[in-house]
């Protein structure tokens, strides 16, 4: 349920903050080919400097005079700066003389910089340069994109909230959906244990003889595969309404697992398998002791059941920055890509017919998942030439 509540609220987050931020990218494109517009407008707009309306002692220049930036224009007679106009009401200490010499110095054209950082724009053509002074539309596109990050930033908290109260209400249906589904397997897994307990109790009292032997064996085989599979229920059931603070204690997680794979040694040596750990000294976490054994012996159990025989299964406890990683690695045949997650999905059994015959549900996975869970940890899997490694990261 928490996995469906984080995609959920992952996929509206995303949705929302992206129609956000499209429109605020758009209303900056708008301002910034506004302002670029307006300078090719007006560096197109330079006079000729040849008799006509259009020459420098004409009163039509007065059109290129824009209020709130400045516009040059500078004649050129052999090379030299032979005049400079300044066409709007202020000045600035720009130094046109300077910037004139290194345009004279380039080939003639038009030029129009990145208006976010650049100082000036220019027309070079025939004797006549015409130079905008574009500090002052770089400062005024840089507040607007300033103004477009604070607002954004608000929209992005509000989106948040938005995104958190639609979560709920999206979900709410699939969580009494799972919350009835949950209370149905525990109730039928406690109503299941009396007449279990009864049946396994009467078993064990029946005489056997040569007739009934297989049947009396058949009941007590099938009693305590049900036995195990209603512990499991229990179990998850258990699990999945998370572990109390109370109950979570600073533990010296290293000797746990030392413990943990001591105890699986003869396990393996009975599968002609070994176990090797490097387990680092001391390391210590706030957790469920009773669920974090729990855990490690499932992976382990998991290990040896699906090892190759004469192979080791390699224990390997670290920390790494502010986490614990945690990763058995076996030899055995390798979990398909698209396996790799599924396989901690409750009942899921990648080969049905050989787990059924383990006395295996596809439950252990699950279990080790929601432990991992209710510490805010990762686990995942990962199968490469024949060996998997399980990993498990716990946050500090």
Do not use: W
Not at 44 to 62: C, V
Not at 171 to 181: I, L, M, V, W, Y
Not at 210 to 215: G, I, L, R
Not at 311 to 338: A, L, M, R
């Amino acid at each position: 349920m928490k996995e469906l509540n984080k995609k959920v609220f992952k996929i509206l987050f995303l949705i929302l903050s992206l129609f956000i931020i499209s429109g605020v990218i758009i209303y900056n494109v708008r301002v910034y080919t506004k302002e670029y517009d307006n300078i090719k407008r007006n560096l197109d707009f330079m006079p000729d400097n040849k008799p006509g309306p259009n020459s420098f002692d004409k009163e039509p220049i007065d059109n290129m005079i824009i209020m709130d930036y400045e516009v040059y224009t500078v004649k050129i007679k052999n090379n030299n700066i032979d005049e400079v106009i300044n066409h709007s009401n202020n000045t600035s200490n720009i130094d046109i003389e300077k910037i004139s010499k290194k345009i004279i110095s380039k080939d003639k054209g038009s030029y129009i910089g990145n208006l976010y950082n650049s100082k000036y724009s220019y027309n070079y053509k025939d004797d006549t340069i015409t130079i905008i002074n574009t500090k002052s539309i770089t400062n005024r596109l840089l507040f607007t994109l300033l103004e477009s990050i604070i607002i954004l930033l608000i929209f992005e908290i509000i989106i948040y909230y938005v995104s958190k109260k639609l979560t709920k209400r999206i979900t709410r249906p699939a969580k009494e959906s799972f919350n009835k589904q949950k209370d149905f397997i525990a109730d039928a897994s406690h109503e299941l244990k009396t007449p279990l307990a009864v049946i396994m109790a009467s078993a064990d009292e029946l005489k056997e003889t040569k007739a009934n032997k297989k049947y009396i064996d058949n009941i007590k085989y099938e009693s305590n595969r049900m036995n195990n599979l209603i512990k499991n229920l229990l179990d998850l059931s258990k699990l999945e309404n998370g572990v109390s603070i109370s109950n979570k204690k600073a533990e010296n997680i290293s000797n746990t697992i030392e413990r943990i794979s001591l105890t699986f040694d003869s396990i393996a040596y009975e599968n002609n398998l070994k176990i090797e750990s490097n387990i680092d000294k001391d390391i210590m976490f706030k957790c469920s002791k009773e669920e974090i054994e729990k855990l490690i012996s499932i992976i382990l159990d998991n290990a040896i059941k699906h090892s190759y025989k004469d192979t080791t299964i390699n224990i390997d406890v670290f920390k790494n920055k502010n986490n614990i990683n945690i990763e058995i690695t076996n030899i055995g045949d390798p979990i398909d890509k698209d396996k790799e997650d599924k396989i901690f999905e409750r009942f899921y059994r990648i080969d049905k017919s050989r787990n059924r015959d383990n006395n295996r549900y596809g439950l252990g996975l699950s279990i080790a998942k929601n432990i991992v869970n209710n510490h805010n940890g990762i686990i995942k899997a990962n199968s490469k030439n024949n060996k998997t490694t399980f990993t498990i990261i716990l946050k500090k």
